[in-house]
């Protein structure tokens, strides 16, 4: 509400209201505010009210259900598997792993070089040691190799073969 400046006088520490037509605006105003602020409280306190409800069932149903359900039994004893280069059907990637390790997981990701082209590489976590292998493009019958990826798809069917090199080994004892 706007107040005309003719109604209203500005003290130190106090406002003088010159009609009381003014006055009863203000009041109304002020009597409307705290019904807004009564109603935010009370919505908010019902919530809480509800939102304790809820927690006291959820509290009551664990209690009830604890120790009585019953889990697939398929479920409890299955192992990890997180082979997902299924290295187990790759002799090719499997010789640059060393026999007496156990192969924990594997992985085929995308490293990008600084012209912004794509190399694939696998990442293989054994229990002794960190794997990084390239793989490389190599033309039939010559020493010239590429390290395309998207080049690679297109010319294993021309006459090219992949290889594959370990790029690094990282032992775990070297890892903090």
Avoid: W
Avoid at 68 to 73: C, D, G, I, V
Avoid at 115 to 131: H, K, M, V
Avoid at 144 to 163: D, I, P
Wanted: glycine share 4%; charged share 30%.
């Amino acid at each position: 509400m706007h107040l005309d400046r003719r109604e209203v006088q500005f003290g130190n520490t106090k406002v003088f209201i010159k009609s009381p037509e003014s006055l009863h605006i203000l009041e109304d105003m002020r009597l409307r505010k705290f019904d807004n602020y009564a109603r935010v409280i009370q919505k908010a306190m019902k919530r809480y009210c509800a939102v304790r409800v809820y927690q006291k069932q959820r509290e009551q149903a664990t209690d009830i259900l604890y120790g009585r359900k019953e889990r697939n039994a398929r479920s409890l004893d299955r192992d990890y598997v997180g082979d997902y280069c299924n290295l187990h059907q790759r002799p090719d990637l499997q010789r640059l792993v060393n026999r007496s390790e156990k192969i924990d997981f594997s992985s085929y990701l995308y490293k990008y070089d600084r012209r912004f082209r794509r190399q694939g590489r696998y990442f293989i976590s054994t229990n002794q040691a960190l794997y990084i292998i390239d793989e490389q493009c190599i033309k039939a019958g010559s020493s010239g190799k590429t390290n395309n990826s998207n080049v690679q798809k297109t010319k294993a069917q021309e006459g090219y073969s992949l290889e594959y090199i370990v790029k690094r080994r990282i032992p775990l004892e070297n890892i903090t």
